[in-house]
């Protein structure tokens, strides 16, 4: 798994729209459809492969993150 959607996942924490536009996926899939974009748009490259495993591997925290 590429280290890019780790740092991305940091992003993310600390970039509140990038939190808010993803909050607003209604499913797992447009979520993970969502960040790969978003990853790509801020200069991060993973596939959606990648990004779902990520998802699953840690789902309690980014279940509080974006509770």
Partial sequence: MSKDIEQFHQLIVQNSLLKEK?????????????????????????TLSEAEAYVNRNMLTLMRQFS
């Fill in 22 to 46: 993803l909050k607003q996926s209604v499913d797992q899939a447009s979520f993970l459809k969502l960040a790969v974009q978003l990853g790509e748009e801020n200069g991060y490259s993973f």
